[in-house]
């Protein structure tokens, strides 16, 4: 049974980067049927892509977070991560990270195993 | 890109059918058969319900359905149940430049 179990520090500094780990377990992150992606949902609100990589090292990201993300895949480790630059108190959220299919035509999918999230506060 | 539009709540009483919209554009949801739809309780990680539009994963029940029409997508849930009360997030494919967009969820109440 594939698992995904996000890591990191859960208290993050104003203008400092924010970085997470996602650990993949029971299974390889190694394989073409998948991307992998980061998806946070600040408290009591709504989710929010924030972008995907397939194992080779290609990466998809939000818009609107692109110029402060970076996500890269150690498939040594069978690990992802996850980098978001200058933080404010609006990336405090709940962060997930999660398996994504690819369709038989190579679309990209759905989002069918998650972690079960880390909390990340912004404050000083 | 903006988020996908949900009602905010909707509710209805046991065994009762109950639908939720997701209306987004020609750029997402009106141009891909691409949207999944995600239940989610309180302090828990989403669930896949319904992807590509209407096909349920294994062990998903039956009386979750997903349809479209134009740039909008709806689930259906039948026969409701105490344990359906959560969160349900729409999402859409929405081409190589965005990737994805979700839904801004809806709130369901048994009574």
């Known amino acids: 049974q594939l698992q995904l179990q996000e890591s990191g520090p859960g208290l993050v500094k104003p203008s400092e980067t924010l970085s997470l780990t996602c650990t993949v377990s029971g299974g390889s992150i190694s394989s073409s049927s998948y991307y992998w992606g980061w998806i946070r949902q600040p408290p009591g609100k709504g989710l929010e892509w924030i972008g995907s990589?397939?194992?080779?090292?290609?990466?998809y990201y939000n818009p609107s977070l692109k110029s402060r993300v970076t996500i890269s895949v150690d498939t040594s480790k069978n690990q992802f991560s996850l980098k978001l630059s200058s933080v404010t108190a609006a990336d405090t959220a709940v962060y997930y990270c999660a398996r994504l299919c690819i369709t038989i035509f190579g679309a990209p999918d759905n989002f069918d195993l998650w972690g079960r999230g880390t909390l990340v506060t912004v404050s000083s | 890109q903006s988020a996908l539009t949900q009602p905010a709540s909707v509710s209805g009483s046991p065994g009762q059918s109950i639908t939720i919209s997701c209306t987004g554009t020609s750029s997402d949801v009106g141009s891909y058969n691409l949207v999944s739809w995600y239940q989610q309780h309180p302090g828990k990680a989403p669930k896949l319900m319904i992807y590509e539009g209407s096909k349920r994963p294994s062990g998903v029940s039956n009386r979750f359905s997903g349809s479209k029409s134009g740039n909008t997508a709806s689930l259906t849930i039948s026969g409701l149940q105490a344990e359906d009360e959560a969160d349900y997030y729409c999402?859409?494919?929405?081409?190589?430049?965005?990737?994805?967009?979700f839904g801004t969820g809806t709130k369901v109440t048994v009574l």
């Open positions: 999402c859409s494919y929405a081409g190589s430049s965005t990737l994805y967009v």
């Open positions: 990589i397939y194992y080779s090292g290609s990466t």
